[in-house]
């Protein structure tokens, strides 16, 4: 590991001040990601502000009726708190179908946005891979790549986000509370996590310094309908190869409102507004299930060793929608016995 220097804050703007003070500084939590990155010499921090000081891990009700959660609030506060759970159970299911209850209890919600991809050549220092170090060139690309993204991938990564969380928080449109140097703004989901195209080494749309203080969740949790399906190789302390995050608003058999989202497909959470829009107004029907998720995956594209996505996150996307629509109101998590 390369030595580095470490300060705790006990203020956001002290935070930031120090973040700023320091080159090649970054922030720390729970430390479940970074510290790994550390090891593997795939971070190279020379400066660690510490956070777990600040007064970030309340979770309490917004004026506009929604939740706010802290950034420095644990995942499995989170997950059981008691609001979360009475009207935001697909938040609370989701988290839940992620790493292990010690993981769980250390890592935090703004650390969840953050989390790196588990791409095998992202954490191999000594294969290419342009996020990990830019023109390097994509290992994953013609190499083994099973876990790899069919959505949204460039010829500079095909990496895919590796969170639960996010799949959830990107169906329930939540909003990221960041401060700066420049000052405090939020961010819409959908806006904060970026695509690859040619800058794949940018996660995120953060500028320099910021820090998450907070996640908004709006009123609306859809806490009657809903599913959170995870497809995964192993039952437990897997990531998905597919996830699933279906909610919807029914007027007897009738969809008014839709939101769908897709994990282990590509480089951010994936939430397709257009395969929405074909629920609306349609009937909660097996069929018009398939019409939407024959949209989401109508651009997708394999590249070798995880074709097999495609038609597992069709028949996901289905499976989730008719669980949703039965109010089944629980997470469904299945492990692939075999190896497409």
Aim: charged letters at 20%.
């Amino acid at each position: 590991m390369n030595p580095f220097t470490y300060t705790s804050a006990t203020a956001v703007e002290d935070a930031v001040r120090d973040n700023a003070s320091h080159e090649g500084a970054a922030y720390i939590g729970g430390g479940t990601n970074i510290l790994d990155l550390m090891k593997e010499n795939v971070a190279r921090p020379t400066h660690l502000v510490g956070l777990n000081k600040l007064p970030l891990t309340a979770i309490e009700s917004t004026p506009e009726g929604g939740l706010r959660l802290g950034a420095l609030a644990t995942n499995a506060d989170t997950a059981w708190n008691e609001e979360v759970k009475r009207r935001y159970p697909l938040l609370n299911q989701a988290i839940l179908a992620g790493a292990s209850p010690q993981l769980r209890n250390m890592a935090t919600n703004g650390g969840n946005l953050l989390q790196r991809t588990r791409c095998y050549y992202f954490y191999d220092t000594a294969t290419p891979c342009n996020k990990r170090e830019p023109g390097s060139g994509c290992g994953a690309i013609g190499g083994f790549n099973r876990i790899h993204a069919i959505l949204g991938a460039s010829e500079q990564c095909i990496a895919t986000h590796p969170s639960d969380m996010c799949i959830a928080l990107a169906a329930l449109a939540a909003t990221v509370r960041v401060s700066g140097p420049d000052g405090e703004r939020t961010i819409p989901f959908e806006d904060f996590h970026r695509l690859p195209g040619n800058t794949p080494e940018r996660d995120n749309n953060l500028e320099a310094g910021e820090l998450i203080t907070g996640l908004d969740l709006p009123a609306k949790g859809f806490e009657k309908n809903f599913s959170y399906l995870k497809l995964r190789d192993r039952n437990s302390y897997a990531f998905a190869l597919v996830s699933v995050a279906a909610a919807l608003e029914l007027d007897g058999d009738t969809i008014t409102d839709a939101r769908l989202a897709l994990g282990g497909v590509a480089h951010k959470p994936w939430r397709d507004q257009e395969a929405e829009n074909l629920l609306k107004g349609q009937p909660a029907t097996p069929e018009t299930f398939a019409r939407a998720a024959a949209k989401v995956v109508e651009s997708a594209q394999g590249y070798g060793s995880n074709n097999f996505k495609i038609e597992l996150a069709r028949r996901a996307i289905v499976r989730a929608l008719k669980q949703a629509a039965e109010g089944s109101q629980h997470a469904s998590d299945v492990f692939l016995n075999s190896n497409p």
